[in-house]
């Protein structure tokens, strides 16, 4: 069975940081890009961030770019997502994801973030 598992999500006061992990497990995604997205409370889930296989490419949503850092360990299936001067907008469920081709569309099941002002 596979899953992606998202853990270090938490309550942080602005301009605060905090490290998001997700930890792959039924199959390898060293191969492929891997994603992180959030969903705030009304909102439709939107992307935040990618990286490639090799890690040597990322890319960011523009209101997260200086502020977050997505990197990736493919010797522990696992893929990173730092997050620094956090802001009460930042508030949502983050989710990992992973959708290589001719395959399915992975997602766990997301860590809650929450930053007070």
């Known amino acids: 069975q596979v899953q992606l598992v998202e853990s270090g999500g938490g309550l942080v006061q602005a301009g605060g940081s905090l490290r998001l992990s997700c930890v792959a497990s039924g199959r390898t995604f060293s191969s492929y890009a891997m994603n992180w997205f959030r969903q705030a409370p009304g909102n439709e889930r939107e992307f935040v961030a990618t990286i490639s296989w090799s890690g040597s490419n990322t890319y960011y949503t523009d209101s997260v770019k200086g502020r977050f850092t997505i990197s990736r360990d493919n010797t522990k299936n696992t893929v990173y997502l730092q997050m620094n001067s956090l802001k009460p907008e930042d508030t949502a469920v983050y989710y990992c994801?992973?959708?290589?081709?001719?395959?399915?569309?992975?997602w766990g099941q997301g860590t809650q973030v929450t930053v007070s002002s």
């Open positions: 994801n992973s959708n290589p081709p001719g395959d399915a569309d992975y």
